[in-house]
């Protein structure tokens, strides 16, 4: 139960400390973890209020705010309750938070809060309850114990130890005090002897005297001075035996140190060998051993003493009690000699003073068992912490053990995670690779292997940029919300986009250009144009206010240090402060030391308490922010929460709190650490953490504090990516992914580029001159806090202050506890942090410096140190350069500064008046000045990042006052030449003037009206916005069409090639044919008219054949033609066009847009009002693909009907353009008169555009002129021809035609020309420069127009070209298909006529021949062939093969022989015995009578009678019969010959066929069992189907072995497998063949005795003579080698007969069926004495089991019966089971039959036949 609640507590709950089985009482003990759980499901709302401390007060707290919540829901819990909870009592809390536990899951389903139950309840139940709470918590007050009561306990607790110690060393006094202290004893009780016999004397004699005196009772005083003179004695004598001890122990020092002294010179002084012997640490143990038993026999020696002294000490107080008991008697009998009353008196005394003595004693009895009691209660405390100091070092490497688990455990998981990150990364890539093969391979398909190039670009770019290749989803009709899969197709469409448009805008891949125009490639960008935009974009952004750098930099160094927990951080960076002088600074110091000083109330004095305000704002702002946890603070490696979005928002957000706070005065007060820590204890009073904003305040704070000669490192900080930020953001001004922002934006392609504004966005220094990582791996780590808990657990603190002992010791576990919880995350907090870091601190700069930390305190400090030393060495050399670049930049500004003021001094007013009404275009000006090319290179490259934006913004102004703009440095004379001529003459001679545009010249920045950017930025972006997405959307179109027309013209092709594969019905008429022509008669085939018949047949299904091609091929022409009549190739030439004249539009749009805008600026420029352009927009005509009726007035864009030519009307015309080679094909004129018609659109539509371009330019010239002249006309007569030959030169072609007139607001010009009839020369010189200005006004404008038109007329005709090419090639493409479409048409109907004329000569060659066409004549469209797997009639059958016959061969019986002789002797003899002389006259009898029967070979025919006579005394049986089965059997071989094995595997499968175990199987039974033989042999079948197959006999022996050994009395036949099997077991050996039947009889393995001698076998070539050697060789040599094998295996059985061989149970019917003792007569007249035998076996088998000791004919066992003498002699004399040799007797008579040859020819004749 306990493990279930844990994991619920520490898994599911997350409590705030970890939760075992084994501390469960103890961490539940003071009721925080329960409030804990109670607040984690909203159910303890004032757990704020709680406490984790251990003392009683926070206790009872927790337990009486918990007891309201447990009563609400229904959890049994009172006094006792929590009295057993707090003393840990085991299973309370168990048993507590099981209830708990259960309540919860039950108000879970409810889904009630705390309030909400509350409300539920009546209102009596809560005043009772509040009651009850209330007595509850007197209750719990009263059982708990005061805080001081346990420290009390404590307090005595350590004072009993010292007591304990103290006792231990008097104990150690008292053992060496004993001897002195019993002498004194035994002196003074011998003078207490004295005394005592003194008073009883001086008592005797005044009884004696019958004198009755009572002593008066000594007075105390003598009492009490007896008393101090005893303790006097024992203190003297004590302080003796203490200085006697000394004595003694210096003594025995002094003698220690002689005796080391002596041993050491012993030692030196003995020889070499056995100190070469000896080994030192073996004499050091030796001598210990001999010490220590000498010590131990001095102390069994004083064990012996003090017994020994005890035991003298009984016996002499045993003899004192005696004498004093005697004395005692002596005296009560004189005593008793007085009188009464003195006798009572006396009695009474010595009553008294018996009292006193059972009191004294009584009392030293006890005072002993108190100090026994304490000596064991001292003991037991110590056994008592010794075994809890043991069993706390087990638990503490136990959870060393679990914390290493859980860290390997983490790390298994991060590395799982990781893997699955690259498998799912590698399974993506693989999915991408996929994609793109089948894509690729779909369109090789579709593009007949010529996939276009664009197309395999853009799948590239797919694949590159990890995007799916195939479409995800459909962006025809988009919803509102967006799926996933539409966002996807969404960014690929805008990436194709992207690649496309800057394909076109840089003119390469499908846009590059041809090889004609590359000669007249314009410039690419308008550098004017670019200039005009970049000016109008500054003036309308706000100021910006640059940085301030400090002129001198500091040598102070700044770095960091970080490391996982354990690292040895605050180490190094201790000993590093104690070397060098710098400020370590510390995030959990900071915020301890922020919190303290807003409680200790640090205030601000008086002059700095403004600055303080001022800083409050943003500090209380930033630390309002959410933040992470407390623990996150501390740990530098806590994982970072969820980020708040930027800090301008949380800023306006948080701004209401923040003047909040401001406004109350006594928080205004507070210095800017200690607002800090209070909005720092106010989140963590909260529950929450603090802020990594808060934090960096706090830091930032501290190092403002740092004076700035000194530097700083921090230690352990920052902790996250989001800390680096805001600290380098705090430190150094400046946002880095800012600037970066800044720069992608400026490097993101425009329409006109300012090549003079530098595009370079400076990144800001670091703030930090160095990070140091302290690397160290994991396991270290965590052994390194093993390695710290243990120390602080071995450690003792000096017992000075005990209560500050326990509240430190108590302290320090909370933290180790609470860091080994941390430990985890701290690590895993770093590993997840670290690689964000090491990318921040090394991508600008590299400024990390890593340590291997896993080494030893002082070699890492040495390390830190001198790291440290170097970096110091670099910031010095870095400082020391900035200050040489300042230097050489003072000396290099001091002479420009002397040469510069002649020119200027004209013109300052113009400057300064300039920035007085425009001070926010200085910074729109400092790009201008920084990209000429003669402005201070020097400077620009050696100033830091600040100060050179601080410099080139001071020299823009001053170039600024200049008329031209002039640098000062480098044009000089050129700046003088104009000057000097104003001064001399009005027309000066200057050398040649730089074009507008070029390097050289500089652009006019006169100042134009505040309102004009702020109309024309928006303008220019709308510009670049529509051109932008209507090239993107035109390409997007073309790019789309494109897989149309590859789809579509897939399409046409695979439908034309299934259109040509249409079913035709020539089959049908072939099939026809073929029938009437098998069906004509045979007899008729040869008839000549017949043939002629035939023939003509021939010719008109061939003539109807080729109608049919005919038909099919006009179908398969007029299909042709209406694909190509089709309007889709005009429709997509249309639309193509279309494209084409939408990418005119979008340049001719841009160029009239740019025109305005610039006619605009420099009219705004020069003072003017702009024009207002009533003009519309000249558009490009589209072409109208369908054919309704539009008004032109309805019509937003004009539109040119398109009509298709038809090749009628275009017959007259002449071909310009033949697309067709070769063959001219009608049918696709018209497509090629389209096309020309397409081109001539084109041309006339792109000229249209270019004349328009070029009208407007000279309109616009044309206006400049008329203005001029306008303005020009009160001017003088000299200053018209050199404006007149300037404006002259700007353009070289005059105006041709007149442009329309724009509402000109001339009167400007006018106003400006009026002035005074008299001219004084400063007016003169005023009017010249205002002349020359606008001068430069107008070449400037002309040139930025002029350079638009080139472009834009270059880039028209680009898309001319390239929309000429897309339609040739969209044309090219048709054609080809539709000349394809052709070739296969022809192809295939020259086919068809193909397949017909062979049909027709098939047909011929039947008819000459005369033959029938058996096989089925096929002719599918363009195939014929001859189908042989069907057939139109059937084959005739074919002829019966014979029946296989059996031949004799070598004397060897037949089948069908053997059945004879069967059947013969069946009806003879049924039961298998037939008597010898009967055997031989029935086979004399049918050898003299086989004439015409052939029951025998004829190699039989000639034996005789004494032969026959031979051959039954080899099959006889006791002289008198003949088994003629077994006689069958040998004749009919040859046949395999079985091991005893297959005889046993034989057996069993028959036992397995009969289920019932009747002994007996019908033929299938048999057949499915099988013998050991099968009857598959090879047999070749003849070729031809006439002869007969070979005859297969093995098959026919087994069923001819089933008919001779079955009983067919029965119906089925019935088969007695064992007693066939017994036949089966025959062998050349007799007493081989015996053992193997007994096998087969009893199932198993039948042994062979040892001791029983084999008999000898007769040969084996005897044997084998039976069967035909000429014809069976192999037979005899199988036979031959299986004999061997058996003999050898005997053999080997012989050597190898197991211990518990022949075990089995064999019974008596058994053994009578393997003797042939069961088997009846079938005559008993003619087998008596066969009668006798068997009784005669049987009584002889039953005396044998009688004498085995089977009384009643049980089953003994097999190995016993082998061993009786008559089992033995039957065994070896027993001849049934040899086979016998009639080989012999045939060869014989062969022998005598070639010897009588010639005498004999009727013998002969017979043979023969």
């Known amino acids: 139960m306990s493990e279930i609640l844990c994991q619920w507590l520490n898994q599911e709950l997350k409590v705030s400390q970890t939760v075992s089985p084994k501390s469960f009482a103890k961490a539940f003990s003071n009721g925080y973890l329960i409030g804990e759980v109670l607040h984690k499901f909203e159910l303890q709302d004032d757990f704020a209020e709680f406490s984790e401390s251990r003392v009683s007060s926070a206790k009872l707290n927790n337990f009486s705010r918990l007891e309201p919540t447990l009563h609400l829901l229904g959890v049994q819990f009172d006094q006792n309750v929590a009295h057993n909870i707090i003393t840990e009592k085991p299973g309370a809390a168990t048993k ?95 003078k207490k002897q004295r005394l005592s016999r003194r008073r009883q004397n001086e008592i005797m004699a005044k009884i004696q005297a019958a004198i009755i005196q009572i002593p008066k009772p000594a007075s105390n005083r003598t009492l009490k001075a007896l008393d101090t003179q005893k303790l006097m004695k024992k203190k ?191 399974a993506e890539i693989l999915d991408q690779i996929l994609d793109l093969s089948t894509k690729v391979a779909d369109y090789r398909m579709l593009t007949n292997n010529l996939i276009p190039y664009k197309l395999m670009h853009d799948w590239k770019e797919l694949f590159f940029n990890g995007m799916p290749i195939y479409e995800q989803a459909s962006l025809r009709h988009l919803p509102a919300k967006l799926s996933a899969e539409q966002l996807v197709e969404l960014e690929k469409r805008d990436l194709l986009d992207n690649n496309d448009y800057e394909e ?359 390390k830190v140190k001198e790291m440290f030393l170097t970096e110091i060495m670099k910031k010095e050399n870095k400082v020391k350069k900035k200050l040489e670049e300042k230097e050489a930049e003072k000396k290099e500004v001091s002479p420009t500064e002397a040469t510069s003021p002649p020119p200027p001094p004209p013109p300052p007013p113009e400057p300064e008046k300039e920035k007085e009404v425009h001070p926010q275009r200085e910074r729109s000006r400092t790009p201008t000045a920084r990209g000429k090319p003669a402005s201070e290179p020097l400077h620009s490259n050696q100033e830091s990042p600040q100060e050179g934006k601080g410099k080139k913004s001071e020299t823009s102004l001053k170039r600024k006052g200049s008329p031209r703009g002039k640098p000062p440095g480098g044009k000089v004379p050129v700046k003088k030449s104009p000057a000097d001529s104003t001064d001399v003459s009005p027309a000066p001679v200057a050398p040649p003037p730089s074009k507008p545009g070029s390097d050289e010249w500089v652009y006019v920045n006169e100042p134009i009206p505040e309102e004009m950017p702020a109309f024309l930025v928006p303008y220019w972006k709308l510009i670049e916005d529509s051109y932008i997405n209507s090239i993107k959307t035109v390409l997007r179109y073309l790019r789309e069409g494109q897989h149309i027309v590859i789809a579509y013209i897939y399409d046409i092709r695979t439908s034309f090639q299934q259109f040509l594969r249409r079913p035709d019905h020539k089959q049908e008429f072939v099939s026809q044919w073929q029938a009437d022509f098998n069906t004509l008669p045979d007899d008729l085939r040869d008839d000549e008219e017949t043939k002629a018949e035939l023939h003509q047949r021939v010719n008109d299904l061939r003539d109807r054949l080729w109608d049919i091609c ?209 001219v004084t020369a400063e007016e003169i010189e005023e009017m010249e420069m205002k002349n020359e200005l606008r001068l430069r006004i107008k070449e400037e404008h002309l040139a930025a127009l002029q350079f638009e038109e080139k472009a834009t007329q270059f880039r028209l005709e680009l898309i001319k070209v390239k929309a000429l090419a897309f339609l040739e090639e969209l044309v090219t493409k048709a054609v080809d298909v539709y000349k394809l479409m052709e070739k296969w048409l022809g192809e295939r109907y020259l086919s068809e006529m193909a397949s017909v004329e062979k049909l027709t000569e098939v047909a011929r060659y039947h008819i000459e021949t005369s033959t029938k066409i058996q096989n089925e004549l096929y002719l599918d469209q363009e195939d014929f062939f001859i189908n042989g797997d069907i057939k139109v009639f059937p084959d005739p059958p074919p002829p019966l093969r014979p029946p296989p016959v059996e031949k004799e061969e070598n004397g060897t019986l037949t089948i069908k022989q053997l059945d004879t002789l069967r059947d013969q002797f069946l009806e003879i003899a049924p039961k298998g015995m037939i008597g010898s002389k009967a055997f031989a006259d029935l086979l004399l009898d049918l050898v003299t009578l086989n004439l015409g029967t052939n029951n025998f070979p004829s190699s039989w025919m000639h034996l005789t009678q004494p032969e026959l006579q031979e051959l039954a005394s080899l099959l006889v049986i006791n002289s008198e019969f003949v088994d003629w089965r077994k006689f069958l059997l040998v004749v009919a071989m040859p046949w395999p010959i079985p091991l005893e094995e297959e005889l046993l595997e034989t057996l069993q499968r028959f036992k397995a066929v009969d289920e019932e175990q009747r002994g007996t199987v019908p033929f299938e039974q048999y057949m499915q069992a099988g013998l050991w033989f099968t009857g598959d042999e090879d047999i070749k079948i003849p070729e031809n189907p006439l002869e007969p197959l070979p005859f297969n006999r093995q098959e026919h022996l087994i069923e001819f072995f089933f008919r001779l050994f079955a009983d067919c009395g029965k119906d089925p036949p019935q088969l007695d497998y064992t007693q066939m099997l017994l036949y089966f077991a025959c062998h050349p050996v007799s007493v081989e063949g015996v053992y193997r039947a007994l096998s087969v009889a009893v199932g198993t393995h039948v042994f062979q005795p040892v001791d029983m001698p084999p008999p000898v076998a007769e040969k084996t070539s005897s044997f084998t003579d039976m069967s035909p050697i000429e014809e069976h060789p192999e037979l005899e040599d199988n036979f031959i080698s299986e004999e061997r094998e058996l003999q050898e295996e005997g053999e080997e059985k012989e050597e190898e007969i197991p211990e518990n061989a022949n075990m089995q149970m064999i019974s008596m019917e058994t053994l009578l069926k393997v003797f042939r003792g069961g088997n009846e007569a079938q005559d008993a007249n003619r087998f008596a004495s066969h009668q006798k035998t068997e009784n005669i076996y049987s009584e002889n088998f039953t005396k044998v089991f009688q004498d085995l000791g089977s009384k009643n004919l049980e089953p003994i066992e097999l190995a016993v019966l082998l061993k009786h003498p008559f089992i033995q002699d039957l065994i070896s004399s027993y001849p049934d089971y040899k086979i016998p040799d009639v080989k012999i007797i045939l060869q014989r008579s062969e022998h005598v039959q070639g010897s009588d040859e010639e005498r004999s020819p009727s013998r002969l004749t017979e043979e023969k036949k």
């Open 1110 to 1318: 005919d038909a099919r091929k006009e179908e398969a022409e007029q299909e042709r033609l209406d694909i190509i009549n089709v309007s889709w190739l005009q429709d997509s030439i249309g639309i193509a066009m279309n494209h084409f004249f939408s990418l005119m539009q979008a340049e001719l749009n841009r160029f009239q847009d740019t025109k305005r805008l610039l006619q605009d600026y420099y009219r705004g420029m020069e003072c003017k009002i702009p024009t207002d352009d009533t003009k519309r927009f000249t558009r490009v005509p589209l072409v109208q693909l369908n054919s309704k009726d539009v008004l032109e007035f309805q019509l937003r864009i004009p539109l040119v009907p398109r009509t298709p030519i038809s090749p009628e009307s275009a017959l007259s015309k002449p071909k310009t353009k033949a697309i067709l080679k070769g063959k001219i094909d009608y049918s696709l004129e018209s497509v090629e008169l389209n096309f020309e018609a397409d081109e001539k659109m084109v041309m006339d539509t792109w000229q249209q555009a270019s004349l328009a371009i070029s009208h407007m330019v000279a309109a616009e010239i044309h206006q400049r002129l008329m203005e001029e002249e306008k303005e020009n006309q009160p001017a003088n007569a000299k200053e018209k021809p050199p404006q007149v030959a300037a404006n002259k030169k700007v353009k070289n072609e005059p105006p041709k035609k007149k442009k329309e007139d724009k509402k000109g607001k001339g009167k400007s010009p006018p106003m400006v020309e009026a002035a005074p009839v008299i």
């Open 96 to 190: 507590l938070l099981y209830q708990l536990y259960i309540a919860l899951q039950r108000r879970k389903k409810g889904a009630l809060t705390g309030v909400e139950m509350q409300t539920v309840q009546p209102l009596t139940n809560i005043k009772v309850q509040n009651i009850k709470s209330e007595a509850f918590r007197e209750s719990l007050r009263n059982l708990i114990p005061h805080q001081t009561d346990f420290s009390l306990m404590w307090v005595t607790h350590r004072f009993q130890e010292k007591y304990k110690h103290m006792n231990e060393d008097l104990v150690c006094m008292r053992f060496e005090k004993l001897e002195k202290l019993q002498e004194e004893q035994r002196s003074f009780k011998i």
């Open 504 to 862: 076109y805008k840089n003119m390469i891949g499908e846009w590059a250009l041809p090889e004609e125009m590359v000669d007249n490639l314009p410039p690419s960008n308008n550098c004017i144009l670019g200039h005009v935009i970049h000016r109008l974009i500054e003036s309308s952004l706000p100021p910006q206010v640059e940085s301030t750098v400090p002129e001198l930099p500091s040598f102070a160094i700044k770095g960091c240090v970080l490391g996982k927990t354990f690292s040895g951080k605050t180490t190094a960076l201790k000993s590093l402060e104690k070397s060098f002088p710098i400020q370590v600074l510390s995030i959990d110091t900071l915020v301890q030391e922020a919190i303290q000083a807003f409680h200790n109330n640090e205030k601000v004095s008086g002059a700095l308490q403004k600055a303080a305000e001022e800083k409050a704002l943003p500090v209380t702002q930033e630390s309002s922010k959410k933040g992470q946890d407390l623990q996150g603070v501390f740990s530098a490696e806590a994982s970072p929460e969820a980020e708040d979005k930027t800090r301008l928002s949380t800023n306006t957000r948080k701004t209401p709190k923040a003047e909040e706070v401001v406004a109350s005065d006594s928080f205004s007060e507070l210095t800017v650490r200690a607002q800090l820590g209070a909005n720092s204890e106010k989140l963590l009073k909260k529950g929450k953490s603090i802020s990594n904003e808060l934090l960096v305040s706090i830091m930032v704070n501290a190092i403002n504090q740092i004076p700035i000669y000194k530097g700083w490192v921090l230690d352990g900080f920052p902790m996250t990516l989001n800390q680096a930020m805001l600290l380098e953001e705090a430190l150094t001004g400046c946002n880095r992914n800012l600037i970066e922002l800044e720069g992608k934006k400026s490097q993101i392609s425009t329409l006109a580029i300012d090549p003079t504004a530098s595009r370079e966005v400076p990144l800001p220094p670091s703030a930090f001159d160095f990070v140091m990582l302290l690397d160290i791996s994991d396991n270290s780590s965590l052994n390194r806090m093993n390695d710290v808990m243990a120390d602080a657990f071995s450690s003792e603190t000096p017992p000075e202050d005990i209560n500050q002992r326990v509240a430190a010791k108590n302290q320090d576990t909370d933290e180790d506890q609470n860091l080994r919880d941390q430990i985890q995350h701290r690590i895993v907090g770093f590993l997840e942090n670290w690689p964000l870091l090491e990318q921040w601190f090394t991508e600008p700069e590299n400024i990390l410096i890593k340590i291997n930390a896993e080494i030893d305190k002082q070699s890492l400090c040495e």
């Open 236 to 426: 003297k004598e004590a302080e003796e035996v203490a200085n006697e001890i000394k004595k003694f122990e210096a003594l025995i020092k002094k003698d220690l140190q002689a005796k080391e002294s002596a041993s050491k010179t012993s030692l030196d002084t003995a020889s070499q060998t056995t100190t070469d012997l000896l080994n030192t640490y073996s004499d050091d143990d030796y001598i210990k051993k001999i010490q220590k038993r000498l010590e131990e026999d001095a102390f069994a020696r004083e064990q012996r003493e003090k017994r020994r002294r005890r035991l003298l000490m009984d016996q002499l107080i045993a003899h004192e009690a005696q004498e004093e008991a005697y004395r005692e008697e002596q005296l009560i009998n004189r005593l008793m000699r007085q009188s009464q009353q003195e006798r009572r008196i006396a009695v009474q005394l010595m009553h008294v003073r018996h009292e006193k003595e059972v009191l004294w004693q009584n009392r030293i009895f006890r005072e002993k068992q108190y100090e026994e009691r304490r000596l064991k209660d001292f003991q037991d405390a110590l056994d008592r912490e010794a075994a809890l100091a043991r069993q706390a070092k087990i638990d503490f490497e136990e959870q060393a053990l679990r914390e290493k688990e859980i860290h390997e455990q983490i790390a298994m998981e991060r590395a799982q995670a990781h893997y699955k990150k690259h498998y799912s990364i590698c």
